[in-house]
């Protein structure tokens, strides 16, 4: 916790969206939403913790 030892291995990133460290199996894969069981209401502290998120799936 401290991060006082170096890694042994540091992925080359070449931007912020970079993800050629994983996997083609993985990042070809379409996003499947899972929404939770049962409909829930966030508090204000988490309503705020998503303030900047723009998303809003449709259940159904």
């Known amino acids: 916790?401290?991060?006082k030892l170096k890694p042994p291995f540091?992925?080359?990133i070449k931007e912020s969206l970079d993800v050629s460290n994983?996997?083609?199996d993985?990042?070809?894969l379409q996003p499947i939403l899972?929404?939770?069981s049962k409909?829930?209401?966030l508090s204000a502290e988490q309503q705020s913790a998503f303030a900047d998120f723009d998303f809003c799936a449709?259940?159904?």
Do not use: I, N, V
Request: positive net charge; hydrophobic residues 35%.
């Open 39 to 41: 409909p829930f209401s």
């Open 1 to 3: 916790m401290a991060k």
């Open 34 to 36: 899972s929404p939770p």
């Open 22 to 24: 994983f996997d083609s």
């Open 26 to 28: 993985f990042t070809r």
């Open 58 to 60: 449709s259940h159904g």
């Open 10 to 12: 540091l992925p080359a």
